[in-house]
């Protein structure tokens, strides 16, 4: 069981940036790719990024490549997502989630077991 507590959220104007954390319990997380996905109302949840167990390859949507920094620290058990140039377009709850193999990551939803409660982040215009 793993249990993954997101942080970090809040409201920003458009241009500005925010630092999401996302804290592990209940099992390490250091052999496992991790991701990070957001939603709006109305919309699926979309992939944004994912970085494998190690830390050495990292995966972004188009969206924000360029913009969003995933990185991971094992030692704290904990993944973060650097967001800058933020957008109206990036206001979503924002879920870190843990992949389900020691595999390379993937960008489906399906393939992730564990899920955090989310945090919002709304970008003003």
């Known amino acids: 069981q793993v249990q993954l507590v997101e942080s970090g959220g809040g409201l920003v104007q458009a241009g500005g940036s925010l630092r999401l954390s996302c804290a592990a319990s209940?099992?390490?997380?250091?052999?496992?790719?991790m991701g990070w996905f957001r939603q709006a109302p109305g919309k699926e949840r979309e992939f944004v990024a994912a970085?494998?167990?190690?830390?050495?390859?990292?995966y972004y949507a188009d969206s924000v490549k360029g913009r969003f920094t995933i990185s991971r620290d094992n030692g704290k058990n904990t993944v973060y997502l650097q967001m800058n140039r933020l957008a109206p377009e990036d206001t979503a709850v924002y879920y870190c989630?843990?992949?389900?193999?020691?595999?390379?990551?993937?960008?489906?939803?399906?393939?992730?077991?564990?899920w955090g409660q989310g945090t919002q982040v709304t970008v003003s215009s």
């Open positions: 970085i494998s167990w190690g830390g050495s390859r990292t």
């Open positions: 989630a843990k992949h389900a193999k020691i595999t390379p990551p993937t960008m489906t939803s399906r393939d992730y077991d564990y």
């Open positions: 209940g099992r390490t997380i250091s052999s496992y790719a």
